[in-house]
């Protein structure tokens, strides 16, 4: 047996957990292999078993699990300044990116150069969501039930819009009454998974397999945490509507973006297409192709994807400053955003990772988890084509026929050239396996190389 890492004080843990939040590219999957490699491999601070449990245990909760996920380890080692140290910096240099890009975007989006750099990003955007599709669905959808969740979420969220978070609920209870009753068709896992490599036992590792002290909690205990973080969280929240309405937009960030914290099961992708529909067809916050070009800045900036909600949050208060200059409303209402999106990811952590042995073998609660994961896919390829028709086609016009309603694309309205750069991103990451920051900076060239030739784009 190897001998144990010393102990690691919180000053050192805070270097390595910038060190990960810098280097978190690349997605969920990617921020969790880095996670892994670092945490498990490099330092063992964690071991294999433990790292996976924890993992399985943030893939049950809403939001952003790779975030969650650092958050957990540094509640592990050094308690709830550890997780907030953990997974605040895991947010940080994304918030601080995607603030720059969207101050950049406001003031300069419409000089030519720069709307060809978002031009060509919207195509390789789509590639990756496609690309979404195909590896989500390849682990979930492996058997009919599946697969049918799968096209049921797609119809009922494409042609009747039904809301996602019903899906979601339906879903659930659907796999959890079909886990519960021992249905094998509801026993496959969901999940990114941690990579292949060395197998680190718990004992050899820094944590080991013992239970630490501040896991065994009091209902009291357990009370006073959930008090304080509803608080942080939903304290701004009530004060906003008492204080300008419910109709203003602060408040409807706020409210809005509160509720998506409780229903993002399926990691960002899935949750991105509802609020793509909200904020472009209901709040009037973004255009089409400015959801897009949100989504490119994510892709192309350290942290969770979810992120691209401060640009959402940011754009809805930009367009609606009221007596606030606009850039100032634009700024506050991204920060908003971002609030009431994560202080939701602490909560569930500081107040559930107590108890989570609780869940482990859970029949009910791997059905629940499977259904969702299958209706998920069936979300996500409703966004695919959702950004697809809005970026391939200049012009839409709404159908409707009784509860079915959706934009038809209007076919004369074709961008050749949009729709020769989407071709080649998804042929470069289906086909050739292309990274998404490699397929994203070719893209954002091409579409820069076709202004310069003169080409409108």
Not at 169 to 174: D, H, N, T
Not at 341 to 347: E, N, Q, S, V, Y
């Amino acid at each position: 047996m190897r001998e144990r890492p010393v102990a690691v004080s919180i000053g050192q843990a805070f270097w390595v957990w910038l060190r990960i939040a810098a280097l978190s590219f690349g997605g969920p999957a990617g921020q969790i292999a880095l996670m892994h490699r670092v945490l498990v491999e490099e330092k063992r601070w964690i071991g294999e078993h433990r790292f996976l449990h924890a993992l399985n245990y943030c893939m049950l909760l809403p939001g952003p699990e790779a975030q969650q996920l650092a958050t957990y380890i540094g509640w592990l080692m050094h308690r709830t300044r550890g997780g907030i140290i953990a997974g605040g910096l895991f947010i940080l240099p994304g918030m601080v990116s995607i603030m720059a890009l969207s101050w950049i975007y406001v003031i300069y989006g419409q000089l030519g150069i720069v709307s060809a750099l978002f031009f060509g990003l919207k195509a390789a955007v789509l590639a990756i969501v496609l690309q979404a599709v195909v590896r989500i669905g390849s682990r979930a959808l492996r058997n009919n039930v599946m697969l049918a969740l799968a096209a049921a979420a797609f119809l009922l969220i494409f042609f009747a819009r039904v809301p996602f978070p019903v899906i979601v609920l339906a879903a659930g209870l659907i796999g959890y009454f079909g886990g519960r009753a021992g249905l094998a068709v509801f026993r496959v896992g969901g999940g990114h998974g941690a990579p292949g490599g060395t197998i680190v036992a718990d004992a050899e590792t820094l944590l080991g397999e013992e239970l630490p002290a501040h896991a065994r909690v009091s209902p009291r205990q357990a009370a006073r945490t959930a008090a304080v973080w509803l608080a942080l969280w939903l304290v701004p929240v009530g004060i906003l509507i008492l204080w300008l309405g419910p109709d203003d937009v602060f408040s409807q960030i706020a409210t809005f973006f509160s509720t998506m914290a409780m229903v993002t099961f399926g990691g960002a992708y899935a949750v991105l297409a509802y609020v793509a529909q909200e904020a472009v067809q209901s709040y009037h916050w973004l255009q089409p192709g400015e959801m897009l070009d949100g989504l490119g800045m994510a892709e192309t900036t350290p942290g969770p994807l979810i992120m691209v909600l401060q640009f959402v949050g940011f754009m809805g208060a930009y367009r609606d400053p009221g007596m606030l200059p606009p850039l100032i409303a634009a700024t506050l209402g991204g920060l908003l955003a971002t609030w009431v999106t994560f202080i939701p990811c602490f909560l569930w952590i500081f107040l559930g990772a107590p108890f989570i042995e609780r869940l482990r073998g859970n029949a009910a609660v791997a059905g629940a988890l499977s259904a969702i994961t299958a209706a998920v896919v069936g979300v996500i390829l409703n966004l695919a084509i959702w950004f697809a028709i809005h970026t391939i086609f200049r012009a839409v016009q709404p159908f409707a026929a009784g509860p079915i309603q959706f934009d038809m694309p209007v076919l004369a309205s074709v961008d050749r050239w949009a729709l020769l750069l989407s071709g080649a991103s998804i042929m470069a990451m289906l086909r050739f396996k292309a990274g998404a920051i490699p397929t994203l900076l070719a893209a954002s060239a091409a579409g820069i190389a076709l202004y310069l030739a003169g080409v409108a784009v």
